[in-house]
């Protein structure tokens, strides 16, 4: 099953216009025709199953059959170091998304080696993520300048952070029944600064076993804790 991805103000009742690159890459590249089948999201909990009634150059219309509407559990906030590595920045977004982060805030931290991310670039990724995993909400991704401006807005959601010192006799799990925002730092991990702002805020520190682990698959372990 292929799922594209229209904004909500491309739905009008019961029609739905794909258009740009979803739909170019639809008929051009997946060859949609007149009378097909097609899946879209709008990015915030809404699927639709449709028939294309039009497939132009640069767009389709879409008529829709059914409306799915997946709510949300609750938010999970996954609260990022910029890493140096463009690469591995740009996993650590797109397994975020199919884990089920809802948003992804990038921070610039203590130990940043970069202060400059291309935000449009990383949000495309997020959106391949979410049509990858079949997901219905579309996450927004932010950058602060600091770990204190990116979490200043949540300082009433629950903190979570993962170190590598802290030593735990049990796998704890998390039940997102209500709104999490999960901290990774980047490489070098967080400053003691950064650490003891989270401590003010009431963090709660947990392991992710006995190893060290690269920033990237910390999100990935951290974020699995969740369901």
Known sequence: MNLFYAPPEQVQGRTLTLAGDEARHASKVLRYQVGDAIFI????GNQYEGRVEVAGKNDLQVSILHKHFTPKPGELILVLGVLKNRQRLEFAIEKAVEIGSTKIILFKSDHSERSKVNVDRLQTIAGSAMK??????????????SLEDAIGDYKNMSLI?????????????????????????????????????????????????????????AVVALLSRFY
Do not use: C, W
């Open 41 to 44: 999201t709008d990015g915030v």
């Open 132 to 145: 990858q995993s079949l997901r219905s909400y579309l996450p927004a991704i932010q950058y602060h300048h």
């Open 161 to 217: 952070t993962a170190h590598e010192k802290q030593k735990n006799e049990t796998l704890e799990i998390f039940k997102l029944d209500t709104d999490y925002l999960a901290l990774v730092g980047p490489e070098g991990g967080f400053s003691e600064d950064e650490m003891q702002l989270m401590k003010d805020n009431k963090a709660r520190i947990i392991s992710l076993g006995d190893h060290r682990l690269r920033a990237e698959t």
